[in-house]
């Protein structure tokens, strides 16, 4: 290895093991873990597969992906769109100053705390003093139970999803649309497009590799959601929003069965891995400027 090499290999060492210790270790330890019931006083006792056939085979494991995959349907594509139309008209504000004052205030309910701002919509959706009810009781409509309903429970956590990261992708759509090139726009004027076809056939086509991005992103961020759901309902009511993770972290830190957890544990890994190569196969194509 010649000197070059040595000293790249020694800049990325540190990346490495980070990776390495943070994630790969721990993946590895819970697939080991996945085959082995651990008894009580730290025990460990080799099972095979029957873990996974007792996770697989348990309705309410199955009833908390659903939950997952609901909670995920309502907020991906709901972020996706607003955050493009969001960039697109920060795109098209001539003021840089009132660009970047208005980006500030889209990102900053990315830099709060998700679990700060979970107990804030929760006071936002209280039955009694919320700020929505008081706002139905203005225009003559009926209070609403919005944390404590199972029909309206998974939309409520959906929208703090939203909030909470429509101004993260805001960015990655304003910053791609400030990197087309403005001659385009001016052939596609010359030849006489209008707008909506300017924004099919030139913004959308070169914005492709955004939104792929933006939603796998988004899919991984929906598929764990822990923090927001734990703080606003636990899970509540009747199990109607507890999610994939919640159900892990109950199996492993309240009835301590970690096998199970560990099974719980590589089947998002499994899903993730999965839905993340399907979606980049199916919607990734080549672009150039």
């Not at 003021?95 to 929760?122: C, D, E, I, N």
């Not at 910053?175 to 300017?198: F, K, T």
């Amino acid at each position: 290895m010649d000197r070059q090499r040595r000293a790249g290999f020694f800049f990325v060492l540190p990346a490495v093991a980070y990776f390495a210790f943070v994630f790969v270790i721990p993946l590895a330890e819970s697939v080991l873990g996945s085959f082995y019931r651990t008894q009580p006083g730290g025990v460990s006792q080799f099972v095979g597969v029957r873990l996974y056939d007792r996770v697989l085979t348990d309705p309410s494991f199955w009833k908390t992906v659903r939950n997952t995959v609901t909670l995920l349907l309502m907020s991906v594509p709901v972020t996706a769109v607003l955050a493009l139309c969001a960039a697109l008209g920060l795109h098209r504000l001539l003021s840089l100053r009132w660009r970047s004052v208005w980006t500030a205030m889209y990102f900053l309910p990315f830099s709060a705390s998700l679990v700060a701002a979970a107990l804030v919509w929760q006071w936002m959706y209280d039955p009694v003093y919320g700020v929505f009810n008081h706002a139905l009781g203005w225009v003559g409509l009926p209070a609403l139970k919005w944390l404590q309903s199972l029909d309206l429970v998974l939309p409520s956590l959906a929208l703090v999803n939203v909030w909470a990261r429509l101004g993260f992708d805001t960015l990655i759509f304003l910053a791609a649309l400030q990197a087309i090139p403005g001659e385009y726009y001016e052939a596609a004027a010359i030849d006489g497009a209008s707008r909506r076809q300017m924004f099919s056939r030139v913004t959308l086509p070169l914005l492709n590799p955004q939104i792929v991005m933006v939603a796998i992103l988004e899919i991984i961020f929906n598929f764990k959601v822990f923090d927001t759901v734990y703080a606003t309902t636990q899970g509540g009511p009747a199990g109607a929003s507890q999610t994939v993770i919640m159900l892990l972290y109950d199996t492993a830190f309240k009835f301590f069965r970690l096998g199970e957890a560990s099974v719980i544990a590589v089947f998002v890994f499994v899903s993730l891995l999965l839905l993340t190569l399907v979606q980049w196969r199916l919607f990734r194509r080549q672009v150039e400027y």
